[in-house]
């Protein structure tokens, strides 16, 4: 086994790594049940008289550590620690996000009331407060490294994944003249997956190179580790969906829209929007979730690392273990969405919109998506739309993006352009998706 291993070692993932999805299309008044998933509202007076979802699918990785050219590792023979930049901090960070939307449609039961079904499996994983020296050192070849003492601080991990079917209703609350107001809420049942914590408390790792025979080079280390999960992975067992552990969540959005000519106003014709809402508010409950609390004073040698099987098998052969079974509550990423769009000449918009954690993502097995503002010029008609996210992310800094529907398909990237064009990508977004549109009489 290579230094991977003590890098998983002390930083983290007893779990499988599987959010913020759909940058530009969901803006768009054609995003449909996607839209949807941000804000509840806009079912009702959208675009369609129905809108069904086949298959949609968004996933977004990022982090401040490593910064890499993307054209050089689609070539291959790219070399993380040889090639990437590095912004090295104490409290480096990063994240993974999965969405994907099964079956789903959304129907107008009259003119102000609307509905929506949708089933949908989310995955996400954080990754906060490690130290980014730490994470360096022990990525080189043992050929390269020399001796060192880290702090390795306290570093705090979750991945959290589920499915949830959730039913969405929305109302006309407001219709007077060239105001507008509309409200939303959706009910999830949430079928618990796969969750795992790991949470380090005053970590340090000091190495000793043995020049003449670096497989006898050791590791001294300090501090506690907790590691946790909710399936029982020492034993070899695959992570599954637990029926019997469950939850359920709520989402809610408003949407006011002032609106002129309001005489022939009818599906979305307005000028300004702004819409706001919180979604992911609720808890997951894991019934049988294994914990284990390892006591890292002591020392190890590269072979004991070398020799290894699994990191499991690392961990109790080196280090002292206490191990419970407990309950385990699980929080939704819990989030305030912001959205304003103007209408600038019948087919352009710009939109700025605005995702915020309402959860911290430093707490144990706190499950968080990343903070993020995007501003996205739009071309829309019925049948196409064009977008060109530009998005600061808390992990990763400025991404760009672009997007397009065409019909029933949809297809976009928030950091294509940024990942095809800079030397120091650090985050990488896609997402596609496929439904049948059914149209209001109007465009």
């Known amino acids: 086994m290579k230094k991977t291993l003590l890098l998983l070692c002390f930083l983290g993932s007893v779990f499988y790594a599987r959010g913020q999805s759909y940058f530009g299309f969901r803006d768009d008044n054609y995003a449909g049940i996607q839209g949807a998933l941000f804000n509840p509202s806009v079912i009702v007076d959208s675009k369609y008289k129905a809108d069904v979802t086949l298959f949609s699918a968004s996933s977004t990785a990022q982090n401040d550590l490593y910064g890499v050219n993307f054209a050089e590792v689609l070539d291959g023979g790219f070399d ?169 969540g709520v989402d809610l959005g408003f949407t006011y829209e002032y609106r002129t000519n309001c005489h022939t106003c009818v599906g979305n014709r307005y000028k300004l929007k702004a819409a706001f809402s919180v979604t992911d508010i609720g808890k997951l409950n894991y019934k049988n979730t294994i914990e284990n609390t390892y006591n890292l004073n002591g020392s190890v ?92 992310m808390e992990y990763s800094g400025v991404q760009i993006g672009t997007g397009f529907r065409a019909g029933p398909l949809f297809i976009g990237s928030g950091s294509l352009v940024s990942n095809l064009f800079s030397n120091n990508s650090k985050a990488c977004n896609l997402y596609v998706g496929l439904k049948l549109p059914i149209y209001q009489n109007y465009n």
């Open 80 to 248: 993380l620690q040889a090639d990437a930049s590095k912004n090295i901090k104490s409290n480096n960070r990063g994240n993974f996000n999965v969405d994907i939307l099964g079956p789903s449609f959304m129907m107008n039961i009259t003119p102000v009331h609307s509905i929506a079904l949708f089933s949908r499996v989310r995955s996400i994983t954080n990754l906060v407060d490690v130290n980014g020296q730490l994470v360096d050192e022990v990525n080189k070849d043992i050929d390269m490294s020399n001796s060192f003492l880290i702090s390795g601080g306290n570093p705090n991990g979750v991945s959290n994944s589920w499915a949830e079917i959730g039913a969405s209703y929305a109302t006309v609350l407001l219709d007077r003249d060239m105001h507008f107001i509309k409200g939303g809420i959706t009910v999830k049942y949430l079928m618990a997956g796969v969750n795992g914590y790991i949470s380090g408390n005053n970590l340090s790792v000091a190495f000793t190179k043995n020049e003449a025979n670096p497989a006898l080079s050791q590791y001294y280390s300090t501090g506690t580790l907790k590691t946790s999960a909710s399936y029982d992975y020492e034993n070899g067992k695959d992570p599954e969906f637990d029926a019997t552990s469950a939850g359920v």
């Open 301 to 392: 040698s590269q072979d004991d690392i070398d020799d290894a099987d699994d990191i499991f098998e690392f961990f109790d052969a080196n280090y002292t273990k206490t191990a419970t079974r407990k309950a385990v509550k699980a929080n939704l990423p819990t989030a305030l969405h912001t959205n304003f769009d103007w209408n600038i000449d019948n087919k352009f918009y710009l939109n700025l919109s605005t995702d915020f954690s309402l959860t911290d993502a430093k707490k144990i097995n706190s499950t968080a998506i990343a903070n993020s503002v995007t501003f996205t010029p739009r071309y829309e008609t019925r049948q196409f739309s064009f977008y060109l996210p530009v998005t600061y």
